[in-house]
C-alpha cells in the first residue's frame, strides 16, 4: 500500500547527503516541473482505488445474498419435513394476533398446540420412548423486571418431554435440555417469523423424534410458551413454577425480530459450559450465521427488547443459546409478519439445523456435567440502594441476579456463512495483546533510541488524534444538521443513503483535513498557529526520503492508534472488538513485508501479501457493517426519542470507518496539491448533489409507500412508520376518598415510535419532487395520501406529573423513551369489562420509625377488567414514600419508574414518584373479563409525615388495556381515525381506560 504515494523521479545515490540537501533535493525537484502530479504514481494509484472499490461492492453484494438461505441438496435435509412444518404456521397465523388473553391465543391456538401434541406424544408407545405432555397453568407469581414489576396468573406453557429408556446405562438423573418457543403475538401482529415458525419447526422435530429414530442420553424437553410479548411472563412461570424446571441443565431459545432467513446466534452462555453448546452449534449448523457483535449490542441495552434467555439464566440459573431471525426487520410485530415471508429453503435450513443441533445435545455426556449459574445474593442495603437511585436507564437500574464473568466467554462469528469461528475470550484477548505488543515493538524497533526519528512519529501520532477528535465531531454535528434541519432518516427505507449521507462526507472530511487543514507542513492550521517550519525540520532530520519517511510515520501511528483502541476495548472485557484485532493483524503484516531496499522478486511477493491482506480484511469489515446497518436501522423505526436516530448513525458510520481512513492518512498526506483538489472537489461535489437530491426530492422519504398494501405478499417491502394509537377513556377524581368523578375525557392518543413525529402523518405532507412539480403540476398530486386534519396545529403533550404515570394508560412499561405524543378528542368508546379497583383496608402500622414518620399499610383489589390490566401509583417522594410492597423478593424494595424529560413549554412541577405494576391475567378474556374469579390482591406500605400538608395525597390508577384486534373495532371513532392513516404507517391500536383515584393516609 505504500505504493501509493508521491515520490521522486531520481534515487538518492549519495547516503551521506545531509538531510537539510535531501530536503532541498526534493522540493527542487517540485519547483523544476510545473506538473506537481507527476510525482504521483498514477498506475498504482488507480489500481488501488479500482481495487478497493471493487471490494466494497462485492462485499455488499455477498452480504445480500449471504443473508438468504442455500438450498439444503444433501439428502440429509429431507429427513425434515418442510411441507408438515409450514401446514402448522398456516393454520395458526390464520387465527390472526395472538395476544396474551385473547381469544385466538388462549383457546384456538392453545387447543391447536394441545392436539398435535397429544398426537405426537401418542406416536412414541411402541418406540421405547416415554413421551410425556403436560399443559401448565401458572399460579400467581411476580418478579421485577427493570424499573417495573410484572406479575401474572392462569398465564399458559405446554411442554412436551422426551425421556429414553433405550440409552445406554440410562439417564437416571434425567437431567434435561430445553428448547423454547412461544407461539403468542404482539397486538396486530399474526407473528409468522415472531415466532410461531420456530414454534412449526419444534413440532416437526418433535414429531421425528417420537417415532424413536434416535437414541436420546439426555432428556428433552420442547417448551411452547404462550405470553413471551406480555414482558416474558410464561417462561417466569414455567422456570418458577413447573415440577420439570429443576431438571433443566441448559436452554435453546428460538425467538425472531425480523422475517425468517437465517437464524442468528447472539447470545451465549454465561459460564464455562457455553464451549459445549457452541461446539454442538458449530458441527450442527449449515450456513451459520453468529456474531458476539450481536450480543454486546444486545447487552450494551442499544436494543429496545427482550427475550425469554434472561429469564431462564436470571431465574433458572442455566446456561444456554439465544438464536432469532434478524433480517428484515421492518416487518417485526407488524401486520406483514406472514408465513409468505418465509422461503421454503430458509424453512427447511432452520429445521434441519434445530433437529441436527437436538441430536448432538440429547447424546452429549458433557451435559449431565453442566452445574447452575452462581446466583448473586443481592442484600436489603443493596436493593434499597438501586431503587433508590431512580436511574434513567432500565436496565442500569437492576442489579444482576447470575454472575457474568467475562473470563468465560466467547468470541464467535461467521465469515459469510460458510463457517463459525469460536475462540474462548481469554485465549483472543491474549493473542489480541501480543498482536498490539509485537506491532509496538515493530514501531519501536525502526526508531531504536535515535530520539531523532521519534519526532516525525509524535507529530503524526498527534496529526491524528487531532484528526480523529475533529472528525468526531465533524460527525456529531453533521448527524444534528439532518436531525433538526433537514430531513430525518432518509436511510431508513434506501440503505444506500447512508453512502451519500455519511460515509462520503466522512471520506471528504479526511481527504479535506490532510490536504488543507493539517497537510505537513504548509496545511492552514500550522500555518495560523506558526509552526510550520517547525514541522519541516522534523522531517529534515531523517536521512531517508521525505515523502517515504512522511508516509512511514503516518501509518505507524495510525497503526499505533488501531492497536490502542484494540488493547483498550479488550481491556473492558468487550468480545466484540475481535473487528479490531484483524485491522491490527492488517498492520502487523504490513511492517513485516517492508519493500524498502528489497529485490523485485522479493517486492512483488511483499505487494501481493499487502494487497490480499488489505482485501481480507476489509471484506470481514464490510461483512459486520452490513450486519451491524441491517441489525440497527429497523429498529431506529421503533427507538423512540430517547436517542436522535441520524446522530446515532452518523458517529457509529465514523467509528465503523475510522480504521479504514486511518492507515491511508499519509497517502492524502504525501499527495500532490493537485491531485488532492480534484479529489476534494469530487467529494465535495458529490456530498452537496446527494445532499441537494434528497432534500428537494421525495428520493429523500424515509418510509416505503404501497399503492394497495397486501400483507401476504413477499415481494411487498413495509418500511413503513410506527404508530400506537390507542382510543383511552379517563375518569379523573381529585377528592380524596370520594367515588365521585371530578373529571372524565375521552381522546386517540398518538405515540410515534421514531423520531420523525408526525411531520408525514398531517395532510399533503409527502415530500414532492421539485422538477415533477414543475413539469406537470397535476401529477401525483398529494392527496391521494390522507391525513390527520388535527395534528396539523396540534401541540405536543408532555408528561403529567401530577398524574400517575403521566396520566398515561400505557400497554408498556417505557413511557421514558418518548419524549411527546398527540391526543385528539373523541367520543367515548364502550368497551367491556370495565375495570374496577376496591380499597379493601388502610391500616396504620403500630410500630412508629426513628425519624419520625408513621407507617401505613393499604391494601387493594382489581376485580375487574381485560386480561392487561396495570396498576400506577404516585406519591410526591417528600411526605409521603412507597417503602414496601406484596410482590417477589427481588421486587420486595420498590424502585421509581424513570419519566420522559419535560416539555420546554412545561411549567416546572414536582415529578414525584411513580411507581408501575404490569399485570396480566389471561384468563380474563371474552366474559370471563367481566368479574374475575381470582382478583388480583396486594398490598403497599407508605411512609408518611405525622403531619401531612392539606396537598399530599396517594394517587392510585388502574389501566385497562383491550389490545384484542376484534375488541378494539367496537370503538367507530378509532377506525375512522385509522382510515385516515397515510399508506405509511403501520398500527399498533387498540382501547383504553384509565381510572384515577386519589387516597389520604389518615
Not at 414429531?207 to 410479548?229: K, P, Q, V, W, Y
Amino acid at each position: 500500500m505504500s505504493e501509493v504515494r508521491r515520490r521522486k523521479l531520481e534515487t538518492l545515490q549519495d547516503g551521506n547527503l545531509s538531510a537539510q540537501q535531501c530536503l532541498q533535493y526534493t522540493h527542487s525537484k517540485h519547483s523544476e516541473d510545473p506538473n506537481p502530479d507527476k510525482f504521483t504514481d498514477r498506475q498504482y494509484s488507480l489500481f488501488w482505488l479500482f481495487s478497493v472499490t471493487a471490494v466494497f461492492i462485492a462485499c455488499f453484494i455477498i452480504c445480500d445474498d449471504s443473508s438468504d438461505c442455500w438450498p439444503c441438496s444433501d439428502s440429509s435435509c429431507s429427513s425434515f419435513n418442510v411441507v408438515s412444518a409450514r401446514s402448522h404456521l398456516i393454520k395458526v397465523t390464520n387465527f390472526g394476533p395472538r395476544t396474551a388473553g385473547s381469544l385466538a391465543n388462549e383457546v384456538a391456538a392453545a387447543g391447536y398446540l394441545r392436539n398435535e401434541l397429544r398426537v405426537i406424544a401418542s406416536v412414541s408407545n411402541k418406540t421405547g420412548l416415554v413421551v410425556s405432555l403436560d399443559e401448565h397453568k401458572s399460579g400467581y407469581s411476580s418478579f421485577r423486571a427493570f424499573s417495573h414489576v410484572s406479575s401474572y396468573n392462569n398465564v399458559r406453557n405446554f411442554a412436551l418431554r422426551f425421556h429414553d429408556l433405550r440409552a445406554k446405562g440410562g439417564n437416571h438423573s434425567k437431567l434435561a435440555f430445553l428448547i423454547n418457543c412461544h407461539y403468542d403475538t404482539a397486538p396486530g401482529s399474526p407473528g409468522a417469523s415472531d415466532a410461531f415458525v420456530n414454534c412449526a419447526v419444534m413440532l416437526e422435530v418433535c414429531r421425528i423424534l417420537a417415532t424413536g429414530s434416535f437414541i436420546l442420553f439426555n432428556d428433552l424437553i420442547f417448551l411452547f410458551n404462550g405470553a413471551e410479548e406480555s414482558l416474558l411472563l410464561s417462561s417466569h412461570a414455567f422456570i418458577t413454577q413447573h415440577k420439570w424446571a429443576t431438571d433443566i441443565v441448559a436452554f435453546m431459545n428460538l425467538e425472531g425480530a425480523g422475517a425468517a432467513k437465517r437464524l442468528m446466534l447472539f447470545q451465549t452462555g454465561p459460564g464455562p459450559s457455553s464451549d459445549v453448546l457452541l461446539e454442538a452449534y458449530a458441527s450442527a449448523f449449515k450456513q451459520p450465521f453468529a456474531s458476539v457483535l450481536g450480543e454486546d449490542v444486545f447487552q450494551f441495552g442499544l436494543v429496545p427488547s427482550d427475550t425469554d434467555y434472561r429469564i431462564f439464566r436470571d431465574y433458572g440459573l442455566v446456561p444456554g443459546l439465544d438464536l432469532a431471525y434478524i433480517q428484515d426487520g421492518y416487518v417485526y410485530h407488524t401486520p406483514y409478519d406472514t408465513e409468505s415471508r418465509i422461503s421454503d429453503c430458509c424453512l427447511q435450513l432452520s429445521g434441519y439445523n434445530i433437529l441436527s443441533f437436538v441430536q448432538l445435545v440429547a447424546k452429549d455426556e458433557r451435559i449431565q456435567g453442566f452445574s447452575k449459574l452462581t446466583p448473586i445474593n443481592h442484600t436489603s442495603e443493596t436493593l434499597t440502594r438501586v431503587s433508590g437511585s431512580g436511574s434513567p436507564s432500565d436496565i442500569n437500574s437492576v442489579p444482576p441476579l447470575v454472575t457474568r464473568s467475562a473470563t468465560v466467554r466467547y468470541v464467535y462469528f461467521d465469515l459469510y456463512g460458510a463457517f463459525v469461528i469460536i475462540v474462548p475470550w481469554r485465549v483472543w484477548k491474549s493473542v489480541n495483546h501480543l498482536l498490539c505488543l509485537f506491532l509496538c515493538f515493530l514501531i519501536f524497533r525502526a526508531r531504536r533510541l535515535v530520539y531523532v526519528r521519534w519526532y516525525g512519529f509524535v507529530a503524526a501520532l498527534l496529526v491524528q488524534v487531532i484528526t480523529t477528535l475533529l472528525g468526531f465531531a465533524f460527525s456529531v454535528v453533521l448527524g444534528l444538521m439532518y436531525h433538526h434541519y433537514g430531513c430525518r432518516m432518509v436511510w431508513y427505507s434506501n440503505h444506500y443513503n447512508i453512502v451519500g449521507m455519511f460515509i462520503l462526507p466522512v471520506v471528504w472530511w479526511f481527504v479535506w483535513s490532510q490536504a488543507y487543514l493539517l497537510k505537513i507542513p504548509e496545511g492552514s492550521v500550522f500555518k495560523f498557529l506558526g509552526i510550520s517550519n517547525c514541522l519541516s525540520r522534523i522531517w529534515q532530520h531523517n536521512t531517508l526520503d521525505f515523502f517515504y519517511s512522511l508516509e512511514t510515520d503516518f501509518f505507524d501511528s495510525s497503526v499505533f492508534l488501531i492497536a490502542l483502541q484494540s488493547f483498550l476495548l479488550s481491556l473492558i472485557n468487550a468480545p466484540s472488538s475481535y473487528v479490531y484485532t484483524f485491522w491490527v493483524a492488517f498492520g502487523l503484516i504490513f511492517k513485516m513485508s517492508d519493500i524498502r531496499n528489497a529485490s523485485p522478486i522479493k517486492l512483488k511477493f511483499c505487494q501481493t501479501v499487502r494487497f490480499v491482506s488489505f482485501l481480507a480484511v476489509t471484506s470481514i469489515h464490510t461483512y459486520n457493517l452490513n450486519l451491524f446497518l441491517n441489525f440497527m436501522i429497523p429498529i431506529m423505526g421503533r427507538s423512540g426519542h430517547a436517542i436522535k436516530p441520524d446522530l446515532f448513525l452518523s458517529c457509529c458510520i465514523f467509528i465503523i470507518m475510522l480504521p479504514v481512513m486511518l492507515p491511508s492518512l499519509g497517502r492524502l498526506q504525501c499527495t500532490s496539491r493537485t491531485g488532492s483538489k480534484y479529489l476534494f472537489l469530487v467529494l465535495l461535489n458529490a456530498c452537496l448533489s446527494y445532499t441537494i437530491l434528497i432534500h428537494a426530492s421525495n428520493y429523500g422519504f424515509p418510509y416505503s409507500i404501497q399503492s394497495s398494501p397486501n400483507f401476504s405478499n413477499p415481494l411487498v417491502s413495509p418500511r413503513y412508520q410506527r404508530l400506537v394509537v390507542f382510543h383511552t377513556n379517563r375518569f379523573l377524581r381529585h377528592i380524596p376518598d370520594s367515588p365521585e368523578i371530578s373529571e372524565k375525557e375521552s381522546h386517540i392518543l398518538i405515540v410515534p415510535l421514531d423520531a420523525n413525529g408526525i411531520r408525514y402523518l398531517t395532510p399533503n405532507s409527502y415530500p414532492m419532487s421539485v422538477l415533477r412539480l414543475f413539469m406537470n403540476s397535476k401529477e401525483h398530486t398529494q392527496s391521494n395520501f390522507k391525513g390527520i386534519k388535527e395534528l396539523v396545529e396540534a401541540e405536543p403533550t408532555g408528561c403529567n406529573y401530577s398524574q400517575p404515570y403521566c396520566g398515561v394508560a400505557s400497554i408498556y412499561p417505557f413511557l421514558h423513551i418518548f419524549r411527546y405524543f398527540y391526543r385528539v378528542p373523541a367520543e367515548f368508546h364502550k368497551i367491556e369489562p370495565s375495570v374496577k379497583l376496591k380499597l379493601l383496608s388502610r391500616t396504620l402500622l403500630m410500630d412508629y420509625l426513628p425519624n419520625g414518620r408513621l407507617s401505613w399499610n393499604v391494601t387493594f383489589s382489581v376485580v375487574s377488567g381485560p386480561p392487561h390490566t396495570h396498576i400506577v401509583i404516585r406519591t410526591d417522594g417528600n411526605y409521603t414514600k412507597l417503602t414496601a410492597w406484596s410482590f417477589a423478593s427481588t421486587a420486595m424494595y420498590p424502585s421509581p419508574m424513570p419519566l420522559p424529560r419535560p416539555l420546554i413549554s412545561d411549567i416546572p412541577s414536582n415529578k414525584g414518584e411513580h411507581y408501575f405494576l404490569y399485570h396480566l391475567n389471561a384468563a380474563a378474556f371474552g366474559e370471563h373479563g367481566t368479574l374475575w374469579e381470582t382478583p388480583w390482591t396486594f398490598w403497599v406500605v407508605f411512609e408518611a409525615c405525622e403531619v401531612l400538608p392539606q396537598s399530599s395525597y396517594i394517587d392510585v390508577a388502574v389501566a385497562g388495556l383491550y389490545a384484542d384486534e376484534d375488541i378494539s373495532t367496537r370503538s367507530p371513532p378509532l377506525s375512522e381515525f385509522l382510515s385516515r392513516l397515510p399508506p405509511w404507517v403501520t398500527v399498533i391500536q387498540g382501547c383504553a381506560v384509565y381510572d384515577h383515584w386519589r387516597f389520604q393516609l389518615s
